[in-house]
Every structure is written in C-alpha cells, then in structure tokens.
C-alpha cells in the first residue's frame, strides 16, 4: 500500500483439504508432470461429475493443454493462465467439480495475481517446487499405504455386511444356464 504500509486482505475463501482431495491433486499434478493426458483424464472424470463424457476427445485437448504448458519452464510458466486453461476445458465437457477443488483453483489464482501485484516477478509454481518431492514421498510411504489397505479392509467389510445373504446368486444360475 501507498508508505510501504502492508495491508491484510481477507478473500473469505476458507476451506478444508482432506487427505483424498490432497490424492486426487497430487494425482493430477503427477499426470501434468509425466505428460499423461489418458490419467488426467481419467482423474477429472473420476473426481467430477459429468452429464456427457467423451473421454477420449478430452484426453486430445488434454494432451494439448499439457504438450503447450509442459514444454514451458517453471519460470515462464503462468499458474493463473493454466488453471484458467484447465477450468475451460473441464467447462467445454460440462464436468462439474467439487466445491473444494473449485475453491482451491480460484484461492491458487487470487494468491498468483495479488502476489504478481507485489513482486511480478513472483511465481507461485517456483514456491511450491519443493513440495512436489514430498508429497511424492509421502505418496509411496509405507504408513500411507497401511493406512489405505486398513480403509479397503473396512469399506469390503462394510461391503460384505450389507450384500444379501447367499449372493451372488446369479453365478449358480449362470452355471447352470451354461450346462444345458
């Protein structure tokens, strides 16, 4: 601000970041890196909700948006225009994404542009450089892993107290079907 004074701005954008949501973003974000358009895809259409899907047509215009953004360095890379790039292009296949990851793409865009207002040489992508390492390692960590078979292990126990009794009944059927 004017007298080198500086100012708190408060967005109201307040939200929580659970530890699927932080898989799903690090997934995408290890898509862009490796140049998987087919498994970014595959993630936003996982992740969103969507009226029509046309995965492989999506996975084209993907590749394009990675084969433009990946061939540019760190330092030349623009976060909002990706993110905006990124937004229109799950917008044209009417995907619908959940309020938090539309939360976190507009937070990320208002942090690029307020910080660029103060230092334009500021890019956001330089900041969070050393978090990519960590979070793939935490990724591949053996308590995370645990701690994913310990929730499969649940959700099929789950799965198994609330299937029918006797089921699956129509694989006796279909044998019996296949003998005649």
């Known amino acids: 601000m004017d007298g080198n004074v500086i100012g708190l701005m408060d967005f109201g954008m307040v939200g929580q970041i659970d530890e699927q949501l932080r898989e799903d973003i690090a997934e995408m974000l290890l898509a862009v890196t490796t140049q998987d358009a087919e498994h970014l895809a595959s993630i936003i259409i996982r992740v969103g ?14 590749s394009d948006f990675i084969a433009y953004f990946g061939s540019q360095s760190l330092e030349q890379l623009a976060l909002t225009g990706l993110l905006n790039e ?11 994404l959940p309020a ?14 307020t910080a660029q207002l103060l230092s334009p040489r500021f890019s956001l992508l330089e900041v969070m450089r050393p978090y990519r390492r ?16 310990r929730r499969l ?13 006797g089921w699956p009944s129509w694989s006796s059927r279909s044998r019996q079907a296949g003998s005649t």
């Open 49 to 62: 909700r969507s009226r029509r899907t046309g995965p492989r047509r999506l996975e084209l215009d993907l």
């Open 86 to 96: 990124l937004i229109e292009i799950v917008r044209r296949y009417r995907i619908v």
């Open 100 to 113: 938090r990851i539309a939360m976190l793409l507009k937070v990320l865009i208002t942090l690029e542009g």
């Open 134 to 149: 960590r979070v793939l390692r935490e990724r591949y960590s053996p308590g995370r892993q645990v701690r994913k078979l």
């Open 153 to 165: 292990f649940w959700d099929l126990r789950h799965l198994l107290d609330v299937l029918p009794r």
